[in-house]
C-alpha cells in the first residue's frame, strides 16, 4: 500500500497522560498537514510541514500540543497532559511539490483519540 | 479563503445522477474551487478541481456557472459505495510565498444512495 499511513488507528487513555500519533506520507511527497475533526464536523487544520520545517500552525495548536517532522520524512503529533476535548480523529495528509498551482491532499485513515 | 453553503443532506437513487450544489458567492478570482468526500471512517479523498472550466474526471464533473459563485457536482451513476459526506471548498492557488494549501473544511452535504 502505497497511500498515508497512520499508526495507531484508535488510541484511548486518561485524562492526563501524554499521547503520541506517527504519519508516514506517500513516499516523496514534501508536504504535510495535520488536521482535527470532531464528530459531525469537517476536519479542522492544526499544522502543516514543507519537507522538516513547521511553516504554519493554527491557533487551534495550544501548548499540549507538539508535531515534528525531523527528516522530512515520518511526521509526529505529540498531546501532553491529554483532556476530554482532545477527543477526536486526528488526520494526516500529504502532496506533491511539483504541482505549483493546484493540487489534491492525500488522506491517512486517521488516528482515533478517545480520552476518559 | 471564501466560505461556502451546502445543503445538510441529499439522497439519491442507485444508478441516477447525483448533482450535489455548492454556493461560495465570494469567491475570488483567484480562487479555485474543490470537492473532497469522506466515507465513514475514513479520511477524505480528493474528487475533482476547477478554476473556471467544467472539468470532468474518472469520478465525477464539475460543472461551475459563468460568474463562478456556485458550483454542481455531479456523479454520474451513484452507487452504494458514493454514499458519503461530500465537502465543497474554495481556496487560493498553491503559492508558497503566503499561502501553505491548507484545506478549510465545512459540514458537507451528507449524500445517501438508497437501493
Known amino acids: 500500500d502505497t497511500g498515508v499511513s497512520q499508526n495507531p488507528r484508535h488510541k484511548i487513555t486518561k485524562r492526563g497522560q501524554n499521547v503520541t500519533f506517527r504519519c508516514d506520507p506517500i513516499s516523496e511527497h514534501n508536504r504535510l498537514y495535520w488536521y482535527r475533526q470532531t464528530l459531525g464536523q469537517g476536519p479542522e487544520f492544526l499544522t502543516y510541514f514543507q519537507n522538516e520545517a513547521q511553516l504554519e500552525k493554527s491557533r487551534l495548536l495550544s501548548d499540549r500540543f507538539s508535531a515534528e517532522r525531523p527528516k522530512g520524512s515520518f511526521s509526529t503529533l505529540e498531546i501532553q497532559r491529554t483532556e476530554q476535548g482532545d477527543s477526536a480523529m486526528y488526520l494526516c495528509a500529504s502532496s506533491p511539490t511539483f504541482r505549483t498551482e493546484s493540487y489534491e491532499q492525500y488522506f491517512g485513515p486517521g488516528t482515533r483519540l478517545t480520552v476518559t | ?115
Request: net charge neutral; proline share 6%; with cysteine.
Open chain 2, 1 to 115: 479563503d471564501a466560505k461556502t453553503t451546502q445543503p445538510p443532506s441529499m439522497d439519491c437513487a442507485e444508478g441516477r445522477a447525483a448533482n450535489l450544489p455548492c454556493n461560495h458567492s465570494t469567491i475570488s478570482g483567484n480562487e479555485y474551487v474543490y470537492w473532497y468526500r469522506q466515507i465513514h471512517s475514513q479520511g477524505p479523498q480528493y474528487i475533482i478541481h476547477g478554476l473556471k472550466n467544467n472539468e470532468t474526471n474518472e469520478m465525477a464533473s464539475l460543472i461551475i456557472t459563468e460568474d463562478r459563485k456556485s458550483s454542481t457536482l455531479i456523479l454520474p451513476h451513484a452507487t452504494l459505495r458514493d454514499t458519503a459526506v461530500y465537502y465543497c471548498i474554495v481556496r487560493v492557488a498553491m503559492n508558497p510565498g503566503t499561502s501553505y494549501g491548507k484545506l478549510t473544511f465545512g459540514q458537507g452535504t451528507i449524500l445517501t444512495v438508497h437501493p
